[in-house]
């Protein structure tokens, strides 16, 4: 039978991909499913099952990951540095943006290495969007343009171009990531329509703002989830960079819009932050998605650590917040399939339900 390190060392060498692998071992659970293997036979483990409930992505597949990755930064630094010394500052992001497509043809397309894609990526959406700040500052000159004006195309200009790089480097490569930095690319090029438009909307409603900007990359990112429910396709791996995402762009103004900040913490505070963190946690489950509830364990700590402080004397409080904490993530993990399993069937989602991630009634041997 073929183990799971064999589909990873397939996936390395480019002969199949990570879509691929879990499309096959989605069929292999299947397969078990239907045929249950007899008792004590070795071979039935050979193959771990995986389901949405995992809510996998690739980050390292070897440590040759992490090597190569180490070299793409000790490539940028060296070019940086030489470009610095030649006195051509600005041909850095032009020479960053071909070596990120040429070891992307190399790293990412042939032999599929996931944290290197990323940071090539990365690296190439970023050079595009450093490039066009430096021909939108040209442009602004010329035209004169000063103050918050300059600020606002300027943030337009870079925040296109990275959006854009992104669309392209994904069109090539299909790297997941590129989702995510599409959309932090049109991010900014509203945050430089909106200062063009009156530079004191996002300083007086910042916190507003980046709620809505959060829940319209998290209804992207459920759309993309929605359209692949089972996550057999790389839809669904673009998905979790964009939940990643839009989760502190959520959590946070949603518990400043609630509380008015928790700078001055009181017991009302940290109980409704409470609740709101089991709200969050509800909205987690339901999606089967973890960000919403990473992203708000710092408020959850603060105001278990108040709560705590008010009845613990000493220094125990910092130490049972933290033992709390673990508890809860610990327990998250050990039990979010049987979590899902309870509660999940229970709500009235109606046809969404369908829509979601399957909730597995039974775990696999």
Same mark, same amino acid.
């Given at each position: 039978?073929?183990?799971?390190?064999?589909?990873?060392?397939?996936?390395?060498?480019?002969?199949?991909?990570?879509?691929?692998?879990?499309?096959?071992?989605?069929?292999?659970?299947?397969?078990?499913?239907?045929?249950?293997?007899?008792?004590?036979?070795?071979?039935?483990?050979?193959?771990?099952?995986?389901?949405?409930?995992?809510?996998?992505?690739?980050?390292?597949?070897?440590?040759?990951?992490?090597?190569?990755?180490?070299?793409?930064?000790?490539?940028?630094?060296?070019?940086?540095?030489?470009?610095?010394?030649?006195?051509?500052?600005?041909?850095?992001?032009?020479?960053?943006?071909?070596?990120?497509?040429?070891?992307?043809?190399?790293?990412?397309?042939?032999?599929?290495? &996931?944290?290197?894609?990323?940071?090539? &990526?990365?690296?190439?959406?970023?050079?595009?969007?450093?490039?066009?700040?430096?021909?939108?500052?040209?442009?602004?000159?010329?035209?004169?343009?000063?103050?918050?004006?300059?600020?606002?195309?300027?943030?337009?200009?870079?925040?296109?171009?990275?959006?854009?790089?992104?669309?392209?480097?994904?069109?090539?490569?299909?790297?997941?990531?590129?989702? *995510?930095?599409?959309?932090?690319?049109?991010?900014?090029?509203?945050?430089?329509?909106?200062?063009?438009?009156?530079?004191?909307?996002?300083?007086?409603?910042?916190?507003?703002?980046?709620?809505?900007?959060?829940?319209?990359?998290?209804?992207?990112?459920?759309?993309?989830?929605?359209?692949?429910?089972?996550?057999?396709?790389?839809?669904?791996?673009?998905?979790?960079?964009?939940?990643?995402?839009?989760?502190?762009?959520?959590?946070?103004?949603?518990?400043?819009?609630?509380?008015?900040?928790?700078?001055?913490?009181?017991?009302?505070?940290?109980?409704?932050?409470?609740?709101?963190?089991?709200?969050?946690?509800?909205? *987690?489950?339901?999606?089967?998605?973890?960000?919403?509830?990473?992203?708000?364990?710092?408020?959850?700590?603060?105001?278990?650590?108040?709560?705590?402080?008010?009845?613990?004397?000493?220094?125990?409080?910092?130490?049972?917040?933290?033992?709390?904490?673990?508890?809860?993530?610990?327990?998250?993990?050990?039990?979010?399939?049987?979590?899902?399993?309870?509660?999940?069937?229970?709500?009235?989602?109606?046809?969404?339900?369908?829509?979601?991630?399957?909730?597995?009634?039974?775990?696999?041997?």
């Amino acid at each position: 039978m073929i183990r799971e390190e064999d589909l990873q060392a397939a996936v390395a060498e480019g002969i199949i991909d990570q879509a691929q692998v879990v499309r096959i071992a989605h069929l292999a659970r299947l397969r078990r499913e239907a045929a249950p293997a007899p008792a004590g036979d070795a071979s039935a483990e050979e193959v771990r099952p995986v389901d949405p409930d995992d809510e996998r992505f690739r980050l390292i597949g070897g440590f040759n990951d992490v090597f190569v990755t180490i070299g793409v930064g000790l490539l940028a630094s060296a070019l940086l540095g030489l470009t610095q010394l030649l006195g051509l500052g600005e041909a850095f992001a032009l020479t960053g943006l071909v070596v990120a497509w040429g070891l992307a043809e190399w790293f990412s397309r042939r032999m599929r290495l &996931a944290l290197p894609s990323i940071a090539l &990526a990365l690296m190439f959406a970023a050079a595009a969007g450093f490039l066009a700040l430096l021909a939108a500052d040209l442009l602004v000159q010329q035209a004169a343009i000063r103050g918050e004006a300059r600020q606002g195309w300027l943030l337009i200009g870079g925040g296109l171009a990275g959006a854009l790089a992104a669309g392209l480097h994904h069109w090539r490569f299909r790297v997941p990531i590129d989702a *995510a930095i599409t959309a932090a690319g049109c991010v900014v090029v509203l945050a430089g329509l909106l200062t063009l438009v009156d530079p004191r909307l996002i300083e007086n409603h910042l916190t507003a703002l980046a709620f809505v900007v959060g829940v319209g990359i998290f209804l992207f990112a459920m759309r993309a989830d929605m359209s692949d429910p089972r996550r057999l396709t790389r839809r669904s791996d673009g998905a979790f960079w964009l939940h990643l995402l839009a989760a502190p762009l959520i959590v946070h103004p949603t518990i400043q819009l609630a509380t008015g900040g928790i700078g001055d913490i009181g017991t009302g505070k940290a109980l409704v932050v409470l609740a709101l963190f089991v709200l969050l946690g509800l909205v *987690a489950l339901v999606i089967d998605r973890r960000a919403l509830i990473v992203s708000g364990l710092s408020y959850a700590g603060i105001a278990i650590a108040y709560l705590l402080a008010q009845r613990v004397e000493g220094g125990l409080g910092l130490p049972l917040t933290l033992l709390g904490l673990a508890v809860v993530v610990l327990g998250l993990s050990a039990g979010w399939r049987s979590l899902r399993t309870l509660i999940v069937p229970r709500l009235p989602l109606g046809a969404l339900a369908d829509r979601l991630p399957p909730v597995f009634l039974q775990s696999s041997p």
